[in-house]
């Protein structure tokens, strides 16, 4: 069994950094692909950004440049670095693992139909203007 743990939300302002922690545990090789999702209010889970056990990392379009997704294997934590937020950055982020063919074939794009496998309860990120 897989526990995500997320840490590091709050409130920002627009232009600020964030950076967002969490702590895994029970890991295996079927939960390889690990990942970051937003939820805004009244709107669907959608995917930030992915990272693979080699490090191979993917975001959507709209963070490129912005977001910066890591892991620190020892320390069995993934991260998420989030510069120069916007208000529309708002939302509960979710920590989630899955296998890990969700990042090599890009399935976490597309939470509705490929949910990954294991989820945090989510931190809470709110950019103000």
């Known amino acids: 069994q897989v526990t995500l743990v997320e840490s590091g939300g709050g409130s920002v302002q627009a232009g600020g950094s964030l950076r967002l922690s969490c702590f895994v545990s029970?890991?295996?090789?079927?939960?390889?692909?690990m990942g970051w999702f937003r939820q805004a209010a009244g709107k669907e889970r959608e995917g930030v950004a992915v990272?693979?056990?080699?490090?191979?990392?993917s975001y959507v379009d709209s963070k490129k440049g912005r977001f910066t997704i890591s892991q620190d294997n020892a320390k069995n934590i993934l991260y998420l670095q989030m510069n120069n937020l916007q208000p529309e950055d708002t939302g509960t982020y979710y920590c989630?693992?899955?296998?890990?063919?969700?990042?090599?074939?890009?399935?976490?794009?597309?939470?509705?139909?490929?949910?990954?496998?294991?989820w945090g309860k989510g931190t809470l990120v709110t950019i103000v203007s």
């Open positions: 989630a693992a899955g296998p890990s063919e969700y990042c090599s074939r890009g399935y976490w794009r597309d939470v509705r139909y490929y949910p990954m496998d294991y």
């Open positions: 029970g890991a295996t090789e079927s939960s390889s692909c």
């Open positions: 990272i693979d056990r080699d490090d191979t990392a």
